[in-house]
C-alpha cells in the first residue's frame, strides 16, 4: 500500500480512476464542507471512508501537512517508452516532457502540475538518480500525477532515441542554449528536456537533443529553478499550439518534414 494526502490529492486520484483504493481516512475534527464534499466522491466511487484521529493521520502520512485526509492505496502504475510513442489525440502533434534526473520531490510535483495545465501529453521519468512520486511530490502536483501519461526508464538517453525515431524532436533547455525558447517554433512532434536542479542537462543527454534553448535573463542571476523555467516553456508551447490551432490554414515549420533544418529553423 502506498499513502496520499491531502482533499486535492485524493479527490483527483478518485476521479482519475486509476489507482485502487484500499479507503480514505478522514479526521474527526474535520466536518466542513470539502470534507463533506469528499466523501461524497468517495462514496460514489465505491471507496470506503473511516474516521480516525488527526494524530493518526499524522503518523501514517508522516507529516502533519495531510488536511485532515489520508487515503491508503495501491502503488501507481507507470507505462512503458512506447505507450507515449502515439497522440492521446490521433493527428495532434505530441508534446512531451522527459526530466533528467530531478531530485526534489517538489520541483517534480510542481513541474506535474504544469504538465498537466499545458496539455503535455506523456512524461518521461527515469528509474535512477530522480525523485519518485512520493506522496510529497503527489500533494505538491495537486493531484496532476493521477491524470497524466508517466513513463519510467532506466535509460533516458536510449528513450530519447526512441522517441527520435518515433519522429519527434528533442529539444533541452540550458543556459548555454543557442536560441531563445520563445523564438523556437515549438508547434510540432517535440520532447522538452528538463535538467538537474543546479547541474542541468547530463553531457549524453544534452549531446542528444536536437535543440538546446535557453531563457533570457536580465537579472544577475543566470538561471531559473527547474520547476519555473519548466513551467516558462511548457506554455510557451502551450500558447504556440493554441494560437495555431485557432488560425489552422496558417504555414508554420511545425508542419515541414523532418529532413528540413529543424523546427526552428
Request: glycine share 8%; charged share 25%.
Amino acid at each position: 500500500m502506498e499513502v496520499l494526502y491531502g482533499v486535492h490529492p485524493v479527490e483527483e486520484a478518485i476521479k482519475a480512476g486509476r489507482r485502487r483504493f484500499e479507503q480514505v481516512l478522514v479526521a474527526r475534527e474535520r466536518n466542513d464542507e470539502r470534507v463533506e464534499r469528499l466523501v461524497a466522491v468517495c462514496r460514489q466511487a465505491g471507496v470506503r471512508v473511516r474516521q480516525e484521529s488527526r494524530e493518526q493521520l499524522t503518523l501514517l502520512a508522516q507529516t502533519p501537512a495531510h488536511q485532515g485526509v489520508v487515503a491508503m492505496v495501491h502503488p501507481q502504475e507507470f507505462l512503458q517508452i512506447e505507450d507515449l510513442f502515439e497522440p492521446v489525440q490521433a493527428g495532434a502533434p505530441r508534446l512531451l516532457l522527459a526530466l533528467d534526473g530531478v531530485e526534489d520531490p517538489q520541483n517534480l510535483g510542481a513541474l506535474l502540475r504544469v504538465a498537466d495545465g499545458a496539455g503535455v501529453d506523456g512524461v518521461v521519468l527515469t528509474e535512477r538518480r530522480s525523485a519518485p512520486l512520493s506522496p510529497v511530490a503527489v500533494k505538491a502536483s495537486a493531484g496532476a500525477t493521477e491524470h497524466l501519461r508517466i513513463a519510467r526508464v532506466v535509460n533516458l538517453v536510449r528513450a530519447l532515441e526512441e522517441l527520435k525515431r518515433r519522429n519527434l524532436w528533442i529539444i533541452g533547455l540550458d543556459e548555454r542554449g543557442t536560441a531563445d525558447y520563445d523564438q523556437f517554433d515549438l508547434k510540432g512532434d517535440c520532447v522538452i528536456v528538463l535538467g538537474r536542479e543546479g547541474a542541468g542537462l547530463h553531457d549524453l543527454v544534452r549531446r542528444t537533443c536536437d535543440h538546446l534553448l535557453r531563457i533570457p535573463m536580465a537579472g544577475g542571476v543566470s538561471s531559473l529553478n527547474v520547476s519555473a523555467a519548466g513551467a516558462v516553456v511548457l506554455y510557451e508551447a502551450f500558447r504556440q499550439r493554441r494560437r495555431a490551432a485557432s488560425a489552422p490554414s496558417a504555414t508554420s515549420a511545425s508542419s515541414k518534414p523532418k529532413k528540413q533544418k529543424g523546427l526552428g529553423s
